[in-house]
């Protein structure tokens, strides 16, 4: 179906179907036979496309060129500098940094979750989504958690804040599942609990 | 004075001419001549997507209102504004905003305002989105999109005449998704380093998030190592997405193919890239299944209505049919 849409389409440049017809009505000193955009003379940075821009008065023409020209340079200034010695704090201009780095095939893969107890008894596994916060995030928060176990106590309140009352958290740990690695393969799996908060 | 008879003198090339030669060259290719209605239906593509991933895709970055204050780590943009501290009331401002503005710039009212707006509310929207320890790359080229789309004329959908504006307004966006590539390489190598492609690379994001798909897989690192060199050796050679004919054309499948592969094995989707990957196509000869109204670029009052410019197709496109244009045209 997605091809049939496509159906008769090919992706070299567009050939234009374009004719020109005598026109005195922007360049009046011309005549008319010399009336195409053609006769303009070019924008910086290149010649022009020769239709829609060709009634519009060169002045203007070059105007948004040069603005386009110099958006364009600084905006791929900015991602080339920001790639090669940005950080991602420099977003928008941040490198490309998804999965950019690794792990030894004789290394550990971590992978976080929480446990929480209620206030009712009740034991909780909790993916970071129940708490409304991303894996990756939580991984790029990992030393903040360690660091900062008072950060669980309010992610338990927001939590409680919006469940029944006997769901509300009495008990919330961050643990980090570690999966290690020989030859490439997984081989055994622990946890280690990185951070907890108990109500007093 | 014994010149060959027929031998050219030769061209002198001073450093000058060739300069300006190749700026020209640059600015042929950057302002390339695609037809204005391709813009426009791409602008129309953009905006729906942008309403879909607000209310499905993203909404999750509603519930960074949720999340307590002091996770918010501000990013130098953040930082230097100053952002708010995102709270449930301003995601709530921030997303109806953008719901609105997005829907009023599909229906063209006041676009290029709309445009803007939409840019700067989907931006911090963004910000928002990274600032919780976790920053995204694959929204570059949609940000770009929307950043550049204003600048285009969003009326006359059936023009079919060759637009600069539009020409670079989809150049822009292609360059875009090719650097998301190619610059993704590159932060391979530099962060990861050349371990990247001898190392657990895939073993770990399958342990993370792999699918029933993946999941067999990770019995075999030979052949995700293999996965490994392939994906960097398609990002280095993304450019050539930029290329006409059938490199080009391979390349962009391939593109294609690859998302497909790293969705079913990973269940990322990468939706806002994949959506800016269409710049690439002639999306405006895809006929939706409803009837379109058609409005002319300049306008139904402008005398400039049927006065061509130098060109048949324009304007009075919109009152001729196709085999009416094409005797026209013949006739001449």
Same mark, same amino acid.
Request: proline share 7%.
């Given at each position: 179906?997605?091809? &049939?849409?496509?159906? @008769?389409?090919?992706?070299? *440049? /567009?050939?234009?179907?374009?004719?020109?017809?005598?026109?005195?009505?922007?360049?009046?000193?011309?005549? *008319? *036979?010399?009336?195409?955009?053609?006769?303009?003379?070019?924008?910086?940075?290149?010649?022009?496309?020769?239709?829609?821009?060709?009634?519009?008065?060169?002045?203007?023409?070059?105007?948004?060129?040069?603005?386009?020209?110099?958006?364009?340079?600084?905006?791929?200034?900015?991602?080339?500098?920001? &790639? !090669?010695? @940005?950080?991602?704090?420099?977003?928008?201009?941040?490198?490309?940094?998804? /999965?950019? =780095?690794?792990?030894?095939? &004789?290394? =550990?893969? =971590?992978?976080?979750?929480?446990?929480?107890?209620?206030?009712?008894?009740?034991? $909780?596994?909790?993916?970071?989504?129940?708490?409304? $916060?991303? =894996?990756?995030?939580?991984?790029?928060?990992?030393?903040?958690?360690?660091?900062?176990?008072?950060?669980?106590?309010?992610?338990?309140?927001?939590?409680?804040?919006?469940?029944?009352?006997?769901?509300?958290?009495?008990?919330?740990?961050?643990?980090?599942?570690?999966?290690?690695?020989?030859?490439?393969?997984?081989?055994?799996?622990?946890?280690?609990?990185?951070? !907890?908060?108990?109500?007093? | 004075?014994?010149?060959?008879?027929?031998?050219?003198?030769?061209?002198?090339?001073?450093?000058?001419?060739?300069?300006?030669?190749?700026?020209?060259?640059?600015?042929?290719?950057?302002?390339?001549?695609?037809?204005?209605?391709?813009?426009?239906?791409?602008?129309?593509?953009?905006?729906?997507?942008?309403?879909?991933?607000?209310?499905?895709?993203?909404?999750?970055?509603?519930? #960074?209102?949720?999340?307590?204050?002091?996770?918010?780590?501000?990013?130098?943009?953040?930082?230097?504004?100053?952002?708010?501290?995102?709270?449930? %009331?301003?995601?709530?401002?921030?997303?109806?905003?953008?719901?609105?503005?997005?829907?009023?710039?599909?229906?063209?009212?006041?676009?290029?305002?709309?445009?803007?707006?939409?840019?700067?509310?989907?931006?911090?929207?963004?910000?928002?989105?990274?600032?919780?320890?976790?920053?995204? #790359?694959?929204?570059?080229?949609?940000?770009?999109?929307?950043? +550049?789309?204003?600048?285009?004329?969003?009326?006359?959908?059936?023009?079919?005449?060759?637009?600069?504006?539009?020409?670079?307004?989809?150049?822009?966006?292609? +360059?875009?998704?090719?650097?998301?590539?190619?610059?993704?390489?590159?932060?391979?190598?530099?962060?990861?380093?050349?371990?990247?492609?001898?190392?657990?690379?895939? +073993?770990?994001?399958?342990?993370?998030?792999?699918?029933?798909?993946?999941?067999?897989?990770?019995?075999?690192?030979?052949?995700?190592?293999?996965?490994?060199?392939?994906?960097?050796?398609?990002?280095?050679?993304?450019?050539?997405?930029?290329?006409?004919?059938?490199?080009?054309?391979? %390349?962009?499948?391939?593109?294609?193919?690859? #998302?497909?592969?790293?969705?079913?094995?990973?269940?990322?989707?990468?939706?806002? #890239?994949?959506?800016?990957? %269409?710049?690439?196509?002639?999306?405006?000869?895809?006929?939706?299944?409803?009837? +379109?109204?058609?409005?002319?670029?300049?306008?139904?009052?402008?005398?400039?209505?049927?006065?061509?410019?130098?060109?048949?197709?324009?304007?009075?496109?919109?009152?001729?049919?196709?085999?009416?244009?094409?005797?026209?045209?013949?006739?001449?």
């Amino acid at each position: 179906m997605f091809r &049939s849409c496509f159906s @008769g389409v090919t992706f070299e *440049a /567009y050939r234009l179907r374009v004719v020109r017809v005598p026109s005195t009505e922007h360049h009046p000193q011309k005549g *008319a *036979a010399n009336a195409g955009a053609g006769d303009q003379p070019p924008a910086p940075g290149g010649s022009t496309s020769r239709a829609f821009t060709a009634g519009l008065p060169t002045a203007a023409r070059r105007r948004g060129r040069l603005v386009r020209n110099l958006l364009t340079a600084l905006v791929f200034l900015g991602v080339i500098t920001s &790639s !090669v010695w @940005g950080e991602d704090d420099h977003f928008p201009f941040a490198p490309f940094r998804m /999965y950019s =780095t690794t792990t030894s095939p &004789s290394g =550990t893969v =971590t992978m976080p979750h929480f446990e929480a107890v209620t206030v009712s008894g009740a034991r $909780l596994e909790l993916e970071t989504e129940d708490l409304g $916060l991303r =894996t990756a995030e939580v991984l790029g928060l990992m030393d903040r958690f360690r660091r900062e176990p008072a950060l669980l106590r309010r992610l338990a309140q927001t939590h409680g804040a919006t469940g029944p009352a006997r769901s509300r958290l009495a008990e919330l740990s961050l643990v980090q599942g570690i999966h290690s690695l020989r030859d490439g393969r997984p081989d055994g799996y622990s946890e280690e609990i990185v951070s !907890v908060w108990r109500e007093r | 004075m014994a010149r060959e008879i027929g031998r050219s003198k030769p061209v002198t090339q001073t450093p000058g001419a060739v300069l300006q030669r190749a700026a020209a060259g640059l600015g042929r290719w950057w302002y390339p001549s695609l037809p204005h209605n391709r813009a426009v239906v791409f602008r129309s593509i953009i905006y729906t997507f942008v309403i879909v991933d607000v209310l499905l895709t993203s909404f999750a970055i509603g519930w #960074h209102g949720e999340l307590p204050g002091e996770l918010y780590q501000p990013l130098l943009i953040g930082r230097i504004l100053p952002l708010p501290v995102p709270t449930p %009331l301003l995601l709530s401002v921030i997303k109806t905003a953008l719901l609105v503005f997005s829907a009023l710039a599909l229906v063209r009212k006041m676009p290029r305002l709309t445009g803007i707006a939409v840019f700067v509310l989907y931006l911090e929207w963004m910000v928002v989105n990274f600032s919780y320890g976790k920053v995204d #790359h694959d929204r570059f080229a949609l940000l770009v999109a929307l950043a +550049v789309l204003p600048t285009v004329s969003p009326n006359a959908t059936q023009d079919e005449g060759p637009d600069e504006a539009a020409g670079w307004a989809l150049r822009c966006v292609q +360059v875009a998704v090719v650097l998301t590539y190619f610059m993704a390489a590159y932060a391979k190598l530099r962060f990861g380093g050349i371990e990247w492609l001898n190392g657990a690379t895939l +073993v770990r994001a399958i342990l993370r998030r792999g699918t029933v798909v993946a999941d067999p897989l990770i019995a075999y690192p030979a052949l995700l190592i293999g996965a490994q060199y392939l994906i960097v050796a398609f990002e280095l050679a993304s450019p050539l997405m930029l290329a006409k004919g059938r490199l080009g054309r391979v %390349l962009l499948w391939a593109a294609f193919a690859f #998302h497909a592969g790293i969705y079913a094995t990973l269940r990322l989707s990468f939706i806002p #890239h994949l959506v800016c990957l %269409l710049a690439f196509l002639p999306v405006e000869r895809v006929r939706p299944p409803w009837p +379109v109204t058609t409005r002319s670029r300049t306008g139904r009052g402008s005398p400039d209505r049927y006065s061509s410019q130098g060109h048949v197709c324009q304007g009075s496109a919109t009152k001729l049919s196709r085999k009416a244009l094409a005797e026209r045209v013949s006739t001449r």
